[in-house]
């Protein structure tokens, strides 16, 4: 924090205006919890995938895209059972990942 927030408040005004202060600070940063939160359950193939590809950043979202046009094939092939079901592709996504990582390992 500032040396402003050290700074004593001496009137009823100057408190208000910092709980008022504090107070939207607070909503803006739950605001972006929330959407942050959002985003990993939009997104645990594509975060998983970025976590553990041995791989600089840039290539790690080339390899994920490809990653997801597999899994779109891989479940287009599957019984009407899987279709549409979160699990499959994960469960794709994670053993692909793996693969990747055991032929990829540095020696």
Not at 33 to 55: D, R, S, V
């Amino acid at each position: 924090m500032s040396h402003k927030a050290t700074a004593k408040i001496d009137n009823l005004e100057k408190l208000r205006f910092e709980k008022n202060k504090l107070e939207t600070y607070c909503t803006y940063q739950e605001k972006l919890i929330g959407l942050k939160i959002e985003y990993f359950k939009e997104n645990p193939g594509m975060l998983l995938g970025e976590a553990l590809l041995p791989y600089d950043p840039s290539q790690k979202i080339e390899v994920n895209d490809v990653l997801d046009s597999a899994n779109d094939l891989i479940a287009s092939l599957l019984p009407g059972l899987f279709k549409g079901r979160f699990l499959p592709g994960f469960v794709l996504k994670v053993i692909q990942i793996l693969i990747i990582k055991m032929f990829t390992k540095k020696r």
